[in-house]
Nanobody
Framework: QVQLVESGGGSVQAGGSLRLSCAAS?????MAWFRQAPGKEREGVAG???????TYADSVKGRFTISRDYAKNTLYLQMISLKPGDTAMYYCAATVRRWPAPDPLLASDFDYWGQGTQVTVS
């Protein structure tokens, strides 16, 4: 069983920055960030696997950077140039599955989820 604990959310003005963290207990292969705004479906933001490959949603490319500290077993999401449209609850997700390769932006490919951290951009 993998447990994920997110931190780092908050309220910022448009153009500001935030860094989210997700501490994982146990082995994970692919980890990712998802977000869900009120009244909208959960969407993939960015994901990365243990081969150090990363994937980003078009809406965040060039503004968000996903990274992993393998020693600390922690996933990060550095967000810059934040927009009001980025306002959402952000969730960390993980899977131990290697094959078939999980889609880093597809929620149904992930088995473990954190409790979420709120990001509000005004």
């Amino acid at each position: 069983q993998v447990q994920l604990v997110e931190s780092g959310g908050g309220s910022v003005q448009a153009g500001g920055s935030l860094r989210l963290s997700c501490a994982a207990s146990g082995y994970t292969y692919t980890m990712a960030w998802f977000r869900q705004a009120p009244g909208k479906e959960r969407e993939g933001v960015a994901g990365g696997d243990s081969e150090r490959r990363t994937t980003y949603a078009d809406s965040v490319k060039g503004r968000f950077t996903i990274s992993r500290d393998y020693a600390k077993n922690t996933l990060y999401l550095q967000m810059i140039s934040l927009k009001p449209g980025d306002t959402a609850m952000y969730y960390c997700a993980a899977t131990v599955r290697r094959w078939p390769a999980p889609d880093p932006l597809l929620a149904s490919d992930f088995d473990y989820w954190g409790q979420g951290t709120q990001v509000t951009v005004s």
